[in-house]
């Protein structure tokens, strides 16, 4: 067989090791994190084959050969880790490891949760400078019912991407699939802007990642919604929203996760944002919620956060249970 036999169980813990340990801040001040490796693979060639004064159509082939060596490169790597985990005693172990370090349950729940904090502790001020490392959006031109609504957007869309998709990815093709979808993603996250600079160079990678989306966004709604009852919501109002609204998101994606949560916590979200470079004129998913939202509904959100999570690893745990009867 291409992977491990007990892949499910090693998520299982993966997901476990996670939840509890997260990524600890002593070990990346001393060690650079993987995503930091890809980030800067991405940054080299960013310089090299994004010039200014490039055609546009060059600029777009560049950003296709960035694409398309970023994912060959973590395929290779995770099946070199891979090979390497099945030569050696107590190989799990270092799937385990890899897999949670590329999971972001606890850094999801411990970012969103700064902004809530900063917000009770150190006011607007506070708000505004713990949601600037988690949002593009500037923070300056929130307050604090756009700083809350902008952690409750970055905990619906990253739980689908930091959270379901990398769960996904492994349970269809284990590290490398886990390590290729992190590369693309991160990709995104850092070329993937409609801005003059990245329209271009970053066209394939934003594409692509729409593409290897698209399930873990249609899971994490269905988590959202299913989770709603944990702050006095109803699935079905949830799912409702889902329906409506999803596809009012400039984001084939996001919309699923952030109109779950919406439905969820009876408030609206997305709208018009402004971002470094450029206005979001988008409209609102559940229009008719609360746009006045506060610390307390950042709390709630993550309320179903945990719960979602759980659900996923329930899941998990049920294809790991019905594969021993395959």
């Not at 476990?16 to 991405?42: E, F, Q, T």
């Not at 490039?54 to 960035?66: E, M």
């Not at 099946?79 to 799990?92: E, K, N, S, T």
């Not at 009012?248 to 018009?272: D, F, T």
Request: hydrophobic residues 50%; glycine residues 10%; aromatic residues 8%.
């Amino acid at each position: 067989m291409l992977f491990f036999e007990n892949a499910l169980w090693l998520l299982l813990a993966a997901l476990a090791l996670d939840a509890l340990v997260g990524d600890p801040d002593w070990l990346w001040r001393r060690l650079p994190h993987p995503v930091v490796w890809i980030g800067k693979a991405i940054s080299w060639f960013d310089g090299k084959l994004n010039k200014p004064d490039w055609p546009a159509t060059a600029r777009r082939y560049g950003g296709i050969l960035t694409l398309s060596l970023l994912v060959g490169a973590s395929l290779a790597a995770g099946f070199a880790l891979h090979a390497l985990a099945g030569g050696v005693p107590g190989g799990d172990v270092l799937v385990i490891i890899c897999a949670a370090v590329l999971i972001a349950q606890n850094s999801l729940y411990r970012h969103v949760d700064a902004v809530r904090r900063g917000l009770e502790v150190n006011g607007l001020a506070g708000g505004r400078e713990a949601v600037a490392m988690i949002v593009g959006r500037d923070p300056e031109q929130l307050d604090e019912a756009g700083v809350s609504r902008a952690a409750i957007e970055s905990c619906a869309e990253n739980f689908s991407d930091g959270v379901v998709a990398p769960v996904f990815w492994f349970a269809v093709a284990g590290l490398p699939g886990l390590i290729a979808y992190k590369a693309v993603n991160t990709a995104d996250s850092m070329i993937g802007h409609k801005n003059e600079k990245y329209a271009d160079f970053g066209w394939a990678s934003a594409r692509f990642d729409d593409l290897i989306n698209l399930p873990a966004s249609r899971l994490s709604g269905l988590f959202i919604a299913l989770s709603a009852w944990r702050v006095g919501g109803t699935a079905r109002k949830s799912l409702s929203c889902i329906a409506s609204d999803a596809k009012l998101h400039r984001s084939p994606n996001a919309g699923w996760p952030e109109a779950a949560m919406a439905g969820a916590l009876g408030i609206a979200l997305a709208g018009p944002r402004i971002y470094t470079g450029y206005t979001a004129n988008d409209l609102y998913l559940n229009k008719s919620g609360r746009k006045e939202a506060a610390a307390a509904d950042i709390a709630a959100s993550l309320r179903v956060l945990v719960s979602a999570c759980c659900l996923q690893a329930v899941l998990v745990l049920g294809c790991a249970l019905a594969a021993n009867f395959i």
